[in-house]
Structure formats: structure tokens, C-alpha cells
């Protein structure tokens, strides 16, 4: 064997060894968590980019109930609550204060089954999954209070849910399970597992960063997943939101989203006895594209909310209070909103519960 | 992590070890869809030993049941769907009432790939050119071996298998080569094709609001996202088995330099054109039993070329499309040449070679709207609005940024020289000539572009959906 031939070999073995345990340290979430950055404090939208430019003095405030929800905490099924909330990352995140989801509880004095979207995302997709049966009329009423934010509204309710889908989807569900032990350890959601330690591990972080910032200062040129920014105030924005932002709304997809998330509460109503409250957040572009873009929004949130309300269904409007504020009610790094626009929300969810249930 | 585990067992652990990986990546997928591959390989692998001594018509009988099991497998899950839904439609027209019955069901990666390189295993046997392979778990791995199992390219025994039995000896130069090649095909793929998709996939996408030239334009940039989409997995999957010490067939010989559609299809998927040239044009008769057989063979061709593709009829036509110029081509043969002659360009003209290359290249274009359009009634809209004169639509989108325009445009320069230098010596010819440390600064230097002018977005190859 030449020496080159040796010493490519041995370079191989050495990557290949690596490459070896980084395989492992995907399939263990403890593992991935301890040899990956924690750039997350600083905002999900600063780890994306990982441009020094953005970074903020001091990470942002932690709380002690981030992603935490109902079927964590080791309750049952979600309709054994009678208020339930399902939301995504909105709902859940935590940023020193209470989290949406447990401010409404607070308030309305009344206990709620929370599901986390992000974590149980049959749920997100289909609702009606929530509930084991059909049940007869209530004899009180009961909520469903579904949180989603505005990028997301156009595929996720592109399609009618009807709750043949349901038993479609659990059917199938139940027909082929592997061993949780061998899908953990095998299958589980290994491109995302992979791609955060590619991209966060201890090794290539700061590499991915030098290159980003360079990037940046020479060609101001941005990572695929937040291609916006505006340096005065330094504001980063999400890829979904600019996709969002510049797709057509026309009336035509605004009453077919409309029929649609309509139909999901009348079928919440008729078989499994909840009321729909949609609260539709709007996404950090709609509210600040004025610093990254030219084009004008759309108005496609108001819109909706039109649509929603013409066809009877229970929707808390934010964009309009939201509008009024001077704070900035997301944070700078972050595509998620700050506390003061959580305690907006809960304001405006009770608002609209109370003018639709008087007493 | 496979090439250094395989350069770390001895040859006999090789092939489970390879088997073991490959099964792996194509359960990362769906996992039980392995157990559809699992018995195709039984089926195939015992055919080939039964096909072997047996004679006469036993013998046919024997392939015919590995066919039947090959493709019966492959029309279920791509084609079950698209005939019910024209049986429906069929029968609405009729006035019978009939509900298509669909198949909820995603078509398993990579099935069209696999059985037709299973039933090329199974016919070269039938044809006595290959030995039935005694060794199930050699065989399983031409079926799965990981770097072509799901785009190909589509692999004869002949190539595959001995290569197998063979001990590998570690050469750095297969390494370095391999990573090269996949260098090489992965700058093809997320410089070139994954940034003129963001041309591509709006303009396609509603083609109403892209007339005149953003839907010229995103026409073009399919034209070559394509071909840096596919070429550029090949690319990948012959880097990767080169790493291992494995030789796959190419698949992609500058297709844009041909200068006839006769060419063109010599050049441009090369392991599927032989295919089926071997195994469905050569047994029709070629072309050895007049015009009309000849003809009719093209057609057949073509048209299962389209279905293999994609069950749509958009993808029929595109298959009739090449047919016709495939036809019209050797009529007009002599007539071309006549032209040729009479206004005093010879074969080897430059004037003539551009002409001829540019005419053929706009004739592969126009094919390419019914393979992107994904259904008739689209590619009437996309031919109607490229007609339309007055400009709808940005020409570029603004995802695409002046900067990723820059470097777009500079990598598809690179990759015309790169073709170009290709045609005069073949790329691993200069490689070798230059010195290694020059060697070694191309090779950052490819990494940074990509890193640079690449787009990382998880965006499947085009042909995975095949």
C-alpha cells in the first residue's frame, strides 16, 4: 500500500468513526441536546441564520413551562377536558412569563387539556383524532380553542377534514406498528435529528457561523431560512413568513379556507359536541414587513377572519389590536411573540369568548 | 460511515454489511415497504436459478412468471390509481355508474428502478448471458445496493454482480475520485437545479400568471434543472459506489450536445435507453423488418417510456412526442442531408453542428412542458401563456436573489466549460495532469461555492418520484 493510499485510509477511518458515533448521538435526544450549541436562547431565527451581526447582548428570558402540555404531564385522552386548547410553538413557548395557554386557563377559571401541535401531530392534522367516539349533544358546552398561526393556515386547511378521515387514519395507524424501541432507534425523525447535529454540534457551529457572518458582511447574503432582515432594528424573519407573505390570496382560496375550517366546526358541534375558537396568529412579517420588504400585505388574515365570522365561526381577531401597539410584540431574533403580545391575545380570546357567550 | 466500515471487515463481511446499510436507507423511508422488495427478490432470485436449466417453453413459463411478478408489482402501486380514475371516466362518459375504488397508499421509492433492473437480471439469465446467481444475499444487494437504489442508474448483472464477487483493494484513488464525482454531482444539484426550481416551480405552478417570458424562461431553466437534478444524483450514486471501489455505468453523456433526437437519447439516461433498447425494441424487431414494424416498435417504445415515468397522460404524450421525432427524423433524413449538401455545409461544419444541436435541443424543450406540467390541461395552459405577448409575472422570483442570479449564472458557465473540456480530454484525464495541490484547491474551492451559492432546503430529486 502507497502512503497516500495509507493516509486517505486513515482519514476515512477517522471520518467514518465520527460519522459512526454523530449516528448514535442522533438517536438519543439527551445526546443530541449535550453535544449541540444552545444557540436556541437567543432566538429560534438567530440560530437558523448563526450571523454574529444579529446576535442579541443576552439571550432571551427562559420560563419554566416551555413545550410543556397535557399529554406530557401524563393525562389521558384530550376529551376528557371539557376546554381544550390545541396550538403550536405560540401557545407553548415560554419566555419567562406564563404561556398562552396557561394564562387562558387562569383566567377563565376552568381547567384545560392542552396538546402541543409540534408534539402530537396527528391531532394538529385531524382533530377529530382527539376523541375516542362520537358523543350525543352536551348538555354544557364545550371548547376547542385551536391556535395556529397565520403561514400555516393556507396548507393546513387546504383540504376538507372530514371525520371519515378519522377512522381512515386511525385504521391505519393501528395496522403496522414497529417495536417504539427499533422506530426510536432506527427511524425516528432522523433527517431533522440529523440536520441538527450537522448544523448545531459544538464542531461545525462556530464554522457555520464564521462562514454565515462572512457571508453576510461581504454579499449581504442570508441562509435559506431567513432570507429577510432589516438591520435598524435588527430583525430577523422566518422563510415561511416571506413564503407566506408573497403567495396570491386570492377571494377565491379565502372562502375555500373559510368553507373548510366552517366545516371543521360544524363537525366538532354535530359528533363530538365542541365549539370552534379559532385564534389566528399573525406572522411577524404581516405585522413589520415595512422593514424588510416593499410589497404591501395582502390582507389576507383580515380577510379570512371576515369569512370566518360571516360563516358563524367563534374567531378572535388580533391583527387589529395588535396593529395599535408601539412595542414591538415579537422578538427581534425570535419568530415568536413577546409576553406583552401573549397577554394581548388572552385579552382578545376572552373578549371574543365573552361577546359570544354573554354571562 | 459505510466506506470506512467496508474498508474495515474483510470481503466475505462485505456484502452483509453493504445489504445491512442499503436495507437501512431504503427503511428510513417506509419500512415495511422492504418486505415488497424482500419478495420480489425471492421471486427473481429463484426464477433466475430455475430459468437456468430449463428448457424450451418450461423455460419461458418461468420468466414469464418473474415478469408477471415484476410488473404486476410495479402497475399495482403506480398504475392501480390512474386506471381506475380513467375507468371512471370511461364509464361516466358511458352513462354506467361506477365508483373508482382508489388506493390510499404512497408508491414505495424507487420501485420503478428496482424492477426493472430485476427483470434485466431475469432476461439476461433466460438469454444465457449471465449465470443464475447461486448467492441470495449477492443478489439482494444488486437489487438494493444503496447508492443507485433509488434513481438508478438501472444496472445489468453483467456489470454488477461480478464486481461483488471480487475483492475490493483499497486504492486512494478510487476515494478521492468517488468524492469528486460526488462533489461534482452535488454542485449540480443544489447550485444549478435546486436554484432553477425557484424559477421553475412558480411559473409551472400557476401559468396563467407567468405569460410571455417568465414562462419562457422557467421552460429553459427546466431544460437544465432537469438535467443537473438528474444527472447530478447520478453523479452522487456512481461517487459513492467509486468510493467502495464499484464502477456503475454512465448514465449521462452531455445530452445537450447532440445533434439529433437519435443522439439525444444515446446520451441522456443512458442505463434506461439501453433498457429499452435491449429488452422491449430488439425483441419487437428493432429495426430489421421494414418501415411500418419499425415505426410501430418506436411508438411502443416511447409510449411505455412515457408510462414508466409517471401514470398521467401527460407523461403518454411526452413519450408520443419522441416518438414522432423520432419518426419524422428518419424520414426526413436523406431530405436534411440533401439541404445540407445543397447549401455546401459538410457533417463536420461547425455552422452545421451548432444548427443541428440547437434545433435539437429546442425540440428536447418543447418535450420537457408535458414531463413538468403534470397534466394536459396544464400544458395547454403553459403552451397558451408562452404565446400570450403581453408579460405576466416577474421573470425572476424574489426568492432568487441578485446574488444566487450571479452565481446561478456563473455555475451554469462553469458547467459549459466543464462540458466542454469533458468533450476535448474527459475530466479525470485533467485531474490527473494537475498538480496536488492544485488538485486540492479546486476541490475547496468547489465546497465553498456550493456552500455559498447553494440551496439547502430539503428538495427531493425530481426523478425519486419514479
Redesign the interface.
Known sequence: ??R??K???SL??V???L??IG?LVTKNAALLEWVTTRDYGYGDLYRFSKIKRFKPSSPLPAGKFADQDSIDQGKQRPDKGDEILLGDSFSFADYGETPFHMQLQKELQLPIFSVYANQHEAFWHNPYLMFDSRTSQPKFKKLLVYEIVERNIPWHFANPLTTNQFA?EAA?ASS?R?SPIIKQY??DN??ARHEALLKHNFITAPAITL?NSA?FEL???MP??T?LYSVKPPFLFY?QD?ECF?A?HDEELVAHLADNIALLDRNLKEYFGYTLVLVPIPDKLTLYSQYALDKRYDNFLPRLCFALKARGVCTVELLPEFRQQTEFLFWPTDNHWNNKAIRIAVEQTLKTLRQANPG | ?????F??VKHRFRWPLLLLFSC?FY??FV??YILILFALILIDYIAGLVIEPAQGLRRKIFLVISLVANIGMLSFFKYFNFAEMEAGRLFAWLGIGFQPSLL?VLLPIGLSFHTFQSISYTIEVYRGNYRAERHIGIYALYVLFYPQMVAGPIERPQNLLPQFHTPVI???MN??SGVELMLWGLFKKAVIADNLALIVDPAFQ?PK?HTGWPIILATYAFAFQIYCDFSGYTDIARGAARTLGYHLMLNFDRPYHARSMAEFWRRWHISLSTWFRDYVYFPLGGNRHGKGKHYRNLIIVFLISGLWHGASWSFVAWGALHAIYMIFGQETHGLREDLWNAVGLAANIPVRIVTATVITFHLVWISWVFFRAGSLHRVKEVFSSMLTLTQGGALFP??L?N?HRVGLALSMLLLAAAHLIQRRCGFRDLASRLPGFFHLGLFCGGIIWT??WG????RDFIYFQF
Not at chain 2, 1 to 5: I, Q
Request: without cysteine; aromatic residues 18%.
Open positions: 500500500m502507497s497516500s493510499d493516509i486517505i485510509k476515512i477511518y471520518l467514518g468513526g460519522a459512526t449516528f381512515q391505519r403496522f414497529l432506527l427511524f432522523s433527517e462562514f457571508a454579499f449581504r447574503q435559506a431560512e432570507p422563510r416571506q408573497q396570491v | 460511515m459505510t466506506t470506512a466500515w474498508y474495515a437501512y427503511m428510513v419500512p415495511k390510499n483499497f486504492h486512494s476515494v478521492i400557476n400568471a424574489s426568492q436573489d446574488f456552500l455559498l440551496q439547502f432546503e430539503s
